[in-house]
Nanobody, 118 residues
Framework: QVQLVESGGGLVQPGGSLRLSCVAS????????MRWFRQAPGAEREFVAS????????NYGDFVRGRFTISRDNAEKMVYLQMNSLQPEDTAVYYC???????????WGQGTQVTVSS
């Protein structure tokens, strides 16, 4: 059974940091590009970051501007999103995604809430 389980969300003050984690199971982790998306209330889901399985090449949404870092641990089947300098506009549900490099099929986690507020 395929599972992506996110954790690490919560309430943080503006300027603060959070580290999101996503543990994967039920599929061959190294066949998948791991990605983070987010969705704010009333908005469309938007791309945050991605990381390739072997080269670990990364890509980020324009709004990230050097504040977030995606990483992965293939042995542990984990992907992380380190988020620094968080702002209220970063408030959203953050989703972990796994996209197959060959077929494009994509799995989704259930999401973790991030709230940035004073």
């Amino acid at each position: 059974q395929v599972q992506l389980v996110e954790s690490g969300g919560g309430l943080v003050q503006p300027g603060g940091s959070l580290r999101l984690s996503c543990v994967a199971s039920g599929f061959t982790f190294t066949n998948y590009v791991m990605r983070w998306f987010r969705q704010a209330p009333g908005a469309e889901r938007e791309f945050v970051a991605s990381i390739e399985p072997f080269t670990t090449a990364t890509n980020y949404g324009d709004f990230v501007r050097g504040r977030f870092t995606i990483s992965r641990d293939n042995a542990e089947k984990m992907v992380y999103l380190q988020m620094n300098s968080l702002q209220p506009e970063d408030t959203a549900v953050y989703y972990c995604s796994a996209r197959n490099r060959y077929t494009g099929y994509q799995y989704w986690g259930q999401g973790t809430q991030v709230t940035v507020s004073s």
